[in-house]
T-cell receptor
Framework: EAGVAQSPRYKIIEKRQSVAFWCNPISGHATLYWYQQILGQGPKLLIQFQNNGVVDDSQLPKDRFSAERLKGVDSTLKIQPAKLEDSAVYLC???????????FGPGTRLLVL | KQEVTQIPAALSVPEGENLVLNCSFTDSAIYNLQWFRQDPGKGLTSLLLIQSSQREQTSGRLNASLDKSSGRSTLYIAASQPGDSATYLCASDSGGGADGLTFGKGTHLIIQP
């Protein structure tokens, strides 16, 4: 069974630029999560999808971050415009349902200069 | 709001020693508690998941315990090996179907050969 795929693995941009990350969850997993992990911290949930609907986005900075999960499979997370403090690893995870074990992708490491 | 704390933040021990990593959480109304391993530049690998009704889980040299009443979990690693060097994260799941996982900041473990 293929795991959670993410791309790109690394991205370097300048502040005020925009960037997008892509996630392909494990086949058949209805729930998809995006987490932000700042260096030295544990991951923090940004947004949770159930199929193509948003379950929780209370910690998503909506003035600059957006995410979508069209057709309930792949998902993209966008930052526009990026700030220095957005430098972090962005982790995608998926689970069969909202109470199932979460499986994590390798993450996208973002550096904002 | 759930808060998860891990002690110590870093630990370095000689190969072969048994060791204990600690995790505490403020809200005992959890659905499960999970221990993850994170290697540099990699995503999270699930090690053990303890349901709220369980007291412990074992996998090979790893044993995780859960005491909901005191808000504590421990991860015991027996006969440590250099390959165990990584950051270990614990995370609680509230089970509400939303909120995702709440993570601690992790314990950075180094096993000296």
């Amino acid at each position: 069974e293929a795991g959670v795929a993410q791309s790109p693995r690394y991205k370097i941009i300048e502040k005020r630029q925009s960037v997008a990350f892509w996630c392909n969850p494990i086949s058949g997993h209805a729930t998809l999560y995006w987490y932000q992990q700042i260096l030295g911290q544990g991951p923090k949930l940004l947004i949770q999808f159930q199929n193509n609907g948003v379950v929780d986005d209370s910690q998503l900075p909506k003035d600059r971050f957006s995410a979508e999960r069209l057709k309930g499979v792949d998902s993209t997370l966008k930052i526009q415009p990026a700030k220095l403090e957005d430098s972090a690893v962005y982790l995608c995870a998926s689970s069969r349902d909202s109470l199932g074990t979460q499986y994590f992708g390798p993450g996208t490491r973002l550096l904002v200069l | 709001k759930q808060e998860v704390t891990q002690i110590p933040a870093a630990l370095s021990v000689p190969e072969g020693e048994n060791l204990v990593l600690n995790c505490s959480f403020t809200d005992s109304a959890i659905y499960n508690l999970q221990w993850f391993r994170q290697d540099p530049g990699k995503g999270l690998t699930s090690l053990l998941l303890i349901q709220s009704s369980q007291r412990e889980q074992t996998s090979g040299r790893l044993n995780a315990s859960l005491d909901k009443s005191s808000g504590r979990s421990t991860l015991y690693i027996a006969a440590s090996q250099p390959g165990d060097s990584a950051t270990y994260l614990c995370a609680s799941d509230s089970g509400g179907g939303a909120d995702g996982l709440t993570f601690g900041k992790g314990t950075h473990l180094i096993i000296q050969p």
